[in-house]
């Protein structure tokens, strides 16, 4: 007895050794820069999430995955025993993305008429452009294979796979037609709340209503998600912004570009086409007017959240963004996947004259900035959909680019992108900014994305639980695949 205790707290010892010296699994080892178990990032100017000014010369000191002191780099206090020390003079320390808008799939390539309406699981190329991109916590918001999206999040959280941490969401509730073959219909309010509860009982922690439920379902689904203390957004059409925030959802996605409740000849209950309305909502819809702002009131009165997804609706606005910006991203793109979008996006330039687009991106940011002022609570998410050319993680940061144009400040585009999105979850005090106790889920930036907000785009290295992955290594490791894997 007494040696078999001896040879095991041998074993242990000598795991306890090998563990010291590697915190990280082989399967996100080739991306790993940083994985001191006790470091200090020096020199730093942080932009801590939560809206306040930034602060020079700071010192993060990192422990055993958490954030364990901020302070002024110029007290020289001294180092944690064992710490390992990067000066970091010149660069940004910004707290991970909370995206929320992070699908895992992209339009297939191949669309066309006569062909079904697919979309490919990126299960290799989401996760990681995600992480490059400096998203370090992901609510997929819809799935069209929650299988793959749960398993994703069972090896990423072993450290398997590369990728941020995923609170999935499960199948979209949708009615009659649905998005595509790959989704149910509901059937029914009994059918919504069945669908609900199994995809709970599967895994799923969140929640998202499409463009065909009927309120009966919505309500029914609303209902089933919070008897389990879970969330529920929507992308919705047949029920309006007002009348979703009475049922009760917790969320909006896309802003008032998607809300029909202002459409002229508009039927409760029915998703007209979104020709009609958004011409209309062009033409005529006030921001500022009464009707926009009792919808903007209620929002905030019954606490229902927006999710911006601007750089998915600035897409399809005319030759925008600047097609270099789009380069940057072709690389990780497969050769098909490029040219689907090259070819759409021409297409858009060439009807540039008469395109509502430009006015109505132009009022959806004008909403989400009195969204804002009237008290709501603004998140942000990538949104890899539409006809293509926003990716994972390079959404995410044209967001932010884009919540500046709308008038935000830096600051406040950050602090919507990070913290906004961790309140939102409940997850407030362990993710979203940089503080003590918090998770060390940070972003290094080469620049200073206060003067120049383009410089979030700059990520050398992004920290999730204390881990510094390389942005360049993971966004290699898929080239030319997204569209395929
Ligand atoms: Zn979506």
Request: glycine share 10%; aromatic share 6%.
């Amino acid at each position: 007895m007494v040696r078999a205790g001896a040879v095991l707290s041998c074993v242990w010892l000598l795991m306890a050794a090998a563990n010291a010296g590697a915190q990280v699994k082989d399967g996100v080892k080739p991306f790993v820069k940083e994985d001191a178990p006790v470091l200090v990032l020096n020199h730093v100017r942080v932009i801590d999430g939560t809206g306040a000014t930034p602060m020079e010369d700071q010192r993060i000191d990192i422990e055993n995955g958490k954030i364990a002191r901020v302070q002024s780099a110029k007290l020289r206090n001294a180092y944690p025993p064992n710490a390992k020390v990067l000066d970091l003079t010149g660069k940004t320390v910004m707290p991970g993305l909370v995206g929320m808008h992070e699908h895992l799939f992209y339009p297939t390539p191949g669309d066309g008429p006569g062909r079904q309406n697919m979309y490919g699981e990126m299960a290799d190329s989401a996760p990681r452009l995600y992480l490059a991109g400096g998203v370090t916590t992901a609510r997929t918001t819809g799935s069209v294979e929650p299988y793959t999206d749960l398993a994703l999040k069972a090896a990423i959280d072993g450290d398997e796979a590369p990728g941020p941490k995923l609170l999935v969401t499960g199948p979209y509730l949708e009615g009659t037609p649905s998005l595509g073959p790959q989704l149910h219909s509901l059937t029914g309010p009994e059918d919504a709340a069945r669908t609900v509860d199994y995809w709970a009982e599967e895994g799923v922690t969140n929640y998202k209503a499409y463009m065909h439920i009927t309120p009966e379902e919505l309500k029914a689904a609303i209902d089933a998600a919070h008897k389990r203390g879970l969330k529920i957004t929507g992308h919705l059409c047949s029920v309006g912004f007002t009348k979703a925030a009475e049922l009760g959802i917790d969320d909006l996605e896309h802003g008032l570009v998607v809300d029909t409740e202002f459409a002229p000849d508009r039927k409760e209950g029915v998703c007209p086409s979104q020709r009609g309305p958004m011409t209309a909502m062009a033409k005529s819809l006030d921001v500022d007017g009464p009707q926009v702002q009792a919808m903007v009131h209620t929002l905030v009165e019954h606490h229902v959240a927006v999710t911006s997804t601007l750089a998915i609706f600035e897409s399809f606005t005319p030759n925008r963004p600047p097609l270099e910006r789009e380069q940057g991203a072709k690389n990780e793109m497969a050769a098909e996947a490029w040219s689907d979008f090259a070819t759409t996006r021409a297409e858009i330039a060439e009807r540039g004259e008469s395109s509502i687009w430009p006015v109505l991106l132009k009022k959806e940011m004008q909403f989400e900035r009195s969204f804002v002022k009237a008290g709501g609570l603004l998140l942000a998410g990538c949104d890899p959909t539409g006809y293509g050319g926003i990716l994972p993680g390079f959404g995410d940061q044209r967001g932010m680019e884009l919540l500046v144009e709308a008038g935000f400040t830096p600051v406040e585009a950050i602090h919507i992108a990070t913290q906004n999105g961790a309140t939102y979850l409940g997850q407030q005090d362990h993710i979203g900014s940089v503080a003590e106790g918090r998770a060390a889920d940070l972003v290094v930036l080469d620049g200073n994305p206060v003067a120049k907000i383009e410089d979030v785009e700059k990520a050398e290295m992004v920290f999730k639980d204390g881990v510094g992955y390389d942005p360049a290594k993971l966004r290699a490791s898929v080239a030319g695949m997204v569209g395929i894997r």
